[in-house]
């Protein structure tokens, strides 16, 4: 396994310097992604994130897996029917860290004003055939007195529409693909940042910058610029190379409350300015709100909900829900900035969320080492992002270089469709035990209960975490013993698991991207754990 400071063996070119096949800029869901399925087809690969894994974008979504209901107003059928394709193969893939997820949409009285009822149902008819489903149930109409996610409404909604999607940690799941992608050889550094990458005929010679200012110098026979909304400036500054995608940067805010129903339904709200929101049960005990859509012109990397956006999403939630939610219930904001291609769209909520991929290889009759950017794209469409990325490298890094001393790389076919990702094995684990493979929440609920009998002196709250967040890799974790208990239920075992294995350095790595913890610790708790960090990695 190649971890933080790994380097593929004999792996060198001409220069002497570490060669790869290919550096992947960018440790959000589509950079670890493309590292993955390239790694998995045998390329020698080095990732490198400047700051921790799913720092901004990729940790500040909504938590869907979902096609995209609202997209087919926009006419988006491409990117609709791409994205319910892949719900179901990601369903599958870690059955841990995502599971199906039914949604209400209440008919509003002030439907004259919105999507009127006939819209609604023609969405739902091309939202349930566009792809095959294996896993998800239709659609289908509802009378909300009488259903059990009409309760917490204002009795006015009488009527909704209920359908399927899916829920992710996505934190976890940009973690788990860099996990993937370092087992099978990838070399993944993080707080380490490209600065400066220079282009030969057959090689990047790539500079790298470690967070204590020390740098070292590699090279690659091609370079992957997934750096998200910084994909733009990284091409400009760093890669040398002209800008020519348009990106239009949209701030996506979320706010997080007390729970405010039981039931394990999410909601989405259509709004009078023509938006939706979402209200998602969220970590057992909270409800999360979003999301708004509006430009962004500040620092990327410290968009922050502002008051205005938290007032309107509990406006908005406040129209439908019987309880008002106001600011004061808020215990948790954040807010991500997604690098969405601009196609001149007035509205950000119409900005497409679609993904497109640059591949430079040179101009005007001179061959140069390949250059391919990432631009835009959403959560449920990273697999299949990454596996196009790979298909348009793989010709390339196969090429013959007169004047590059390492040989030509035949890489293998796709194979992330049929993958699980790391802990996502769970009806292995289980046997001939197992229910059937499109039953993803009996699967889960079959391997919780199991792990529950092998640790019977654990918590069963503790187990059923450690299922949730790690899958079959629990038991990897709880191998050794878990050792002291830094906060309640967070014991040293699990803090140098995710030390060692899943590159968490600081407190904030553990509390609000490869958990939620920081939820539900006091603030000295979440001081404990922070300095647990710090002395380990002193």
């Avoid at 990729?58 to 926009?74: A, D």
Wanted: proline fraction near 5%.
């Amino acid at each position: 396994m190649q971890t933080t400071d790994g380097g593929p063996a004999n792996a060198t070119s001409d220069s002497g310097l570490d060669g790869y096949d290919a550096i992947v800029v960018g440790g959000g869901v589509n950079g670890t992604g493309i590292a993955r399925d390239l790694a998995g087809r045998g390329a020698r690969v080095l990732l490198c994130e400047k700051d921790d894994l799913a720092s901004h974008t990729s940790s500040s979504s909504t938590k869907l897996i979902h096609g995209g209901l609202r997209y087919l107003e926009y006419r988006e059928f491409s990117l609709v029917r791409k994205a319910l394709r892949e719900r179901e193969v990601l369903l599958k893939s870690a059955p841990h860290i995502m599971r199906p997820l039914r949604f209400v949409m209440p008919r509003d009285p002030r439907s004259h004003a919105l999507r009127p009822v006939w819209m609604i149902r023609i969405g739902l008819f091309l939202y349930d055939h566009l792809a095959h489903r294996e896993v998800l149930p239709p659609s289908r109409t509802v009378n909300l007195r009488h259903y059990v996610a009409g309760a917490p409404l204002k009795p006015q909604f009488t009527k909704g529409f209920v359908y399927s999607d899916g829920w992710v940690d996505d934190a976890r799941l940009v973690a788990l693909c860099a996990l993937d992608a370092a087992e099978r050889g990838a070399t993944v550094l993080t707080r380490t940042a490209c600065v400066d990458a220079v282009r030969g005929a057959d090689r990047w010679r790539v500079t790298l910058k470690a967070e204590d200012g020390s740098t070292r110098e590699v090279s690659a026979r091609a370079l992957v610029n997934a750096a998200g909304p910084w994909a733009a400036e990284f091409l400009m500054e760093h890669a040398h190379a002209a800008d020519r995608v348009h990106l239009r940067l949209v701030k996506g805010s979320h706010i997080v409350v007390k729970k405010l129903f039981e039931h394990d339904h999410a909601y989405i709200f259509q709004n009078a300015d023509g938006r939706i929101i979402f209200a998602i049960p969220y970590e057992h005990g909270f409800t999360l709100i979003g999301t708004t859509d509006i430009e962004h012109h500040g620092a990327i990397g410290e968009a922050r909900a502002e008051p205005d956006e938290i007032a309107y999403l509990c406006e908005q939630a406040s129209h439908y829900f019987a309880a008002p939610v106001t600011p004061e219930q808020v215990v948790w904001t954040y807010s991500g900035v997604r690098p969405l291609i601009d196609d001149e769209s007035g509205n950000p909520a119409a900005v497409t969320r679609d993904y497109r991929l640059e591949l430079d290889s040179g101009r005007d009759g001179s061959p140069q080492a390949p250059l391919l950017s990432v631009w835009g794209g959403k959560i449920t469409t990273f697999r299949k992002l990454a596996e196009e990325a790979v298909d348009r490298l793989a010709p390339l890094l196969a090429r013959a270089s007169s004047g590059d001393a390492a040989a030509p790389i035949q890489l293998g076919e796709p194979w992330t469709a049929a993958a699980t990702l790391p802990g996502g094995d769970l009806h292995a684990f289980l046997g001939t035990a197992a229910p059937p493979a499109n039953d993803i929440v009996a699967i889960f609920d079959r391997f919780a209960a199991a792990l529950a009998v092998r640790h019977p002196s654990l918590p069963a709250s503790l187990v059923h975490r450690l299922a949730r967040s790690y899958g079959t890799r629990a038991e990897v974790l709880l191998k050794d013993g878990l050792g002291g208990e830094v906060a309640p239920q967070v014991f040293e075992g699990e803090l140098a698991y995710l030390r060692r294995v899943e590159w968490a350095r600081r407190g904030e790595d553990v509390l609000w991207r490869r958990s939620k913890l920081g939820l539900h610790l006091r603030p000295d708790e979440r001081d404990a754990v922070t300095a647990w960090l710090a002395r380990a990695s002193a």
